[in-house]
């Protein structure tokens, strides 16, 4: 059965893979499955019709048959258990892998956030340039200690799976501040990430978004 996703019509992120329907389409490409895009405005994101879908009037969603998720680690997890490419088949380390998963949401993902939101909606405020340090100083935490975990390895615990595939598409967040720069294994990373054939066919399919709403 094919799934359906949601995703911005027209996306703030200008088709720089950082909205969320990139993890999504990243792990259906991943595990080779088709998909259908339905694409909402924001507008629609709010309507009943949305809503009965996400309850936060958000996109992604995921539509398989009767089943209906939101939240992208939710989606990516189901992905994961349905087919084969994400999830190691060992019950400890497809724990391991689902951990990272939490990590890469819950831990490294707010401070991440936070900096970014900041840099993009509080650059008028006062108190901008004395906070954005400090924002800045707790991402760097992270990515410090989560560096010297990954160390030299290529992912995070053994092959690829879909809690690298969380991380990365969190770590993309920081896109052009040259934070991940500054750590090689991170930025190697992201890199050998963006390699994988899966990785770029997803990009590809939501820059075409991008471009066609560019080029009406
Ligand atoms: N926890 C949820 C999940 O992981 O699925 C969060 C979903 C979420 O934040 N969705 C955002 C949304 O629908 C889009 S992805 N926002 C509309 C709203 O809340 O009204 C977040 C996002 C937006 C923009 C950029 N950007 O411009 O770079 C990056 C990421």
Known sequence: MTATITA????????RGLARDMQVRWALEEVGQP?????VTFAEMKAPAHLALHPFGQIPTYEEGSLSLFESGAIVLRIGESHPGLLPADRDARSR????MFAAQATVQPPIVELTMSAMLERDEP?????????????????????????????????????????????RRLGSSG????YPNLAAYVARAEARPAWARAFAAQR???EAASNP
Request: aromatic content about 12%; glycine content about 8%.
């Open 208 to 210: 075409a978004v991008f």
């Open 97 to 100: 892998a689902i951990m990272w």
């Open 35 to 39: 998909y259908d895009v339905r694409l």
């Open 127 to 171: 108190w901008f340039a004395t906070r954005q340090p400090r924002l800045e100083q707790a991402v760097r935490d992270r990515l410090s200690q989560l560096s010297a975990r990954l160390g030299e390895a290529d992912w995070l615990d053994g092959d690829f799976s879909a809690g690298d595939l969380m991380m990365v598409t969190v770590l």
């Open 179 to 182: 934070i991940v720069g500054d």
């Open 8 to 15: 911005f019509k027209a996306s703030p992120d200008r088709g």
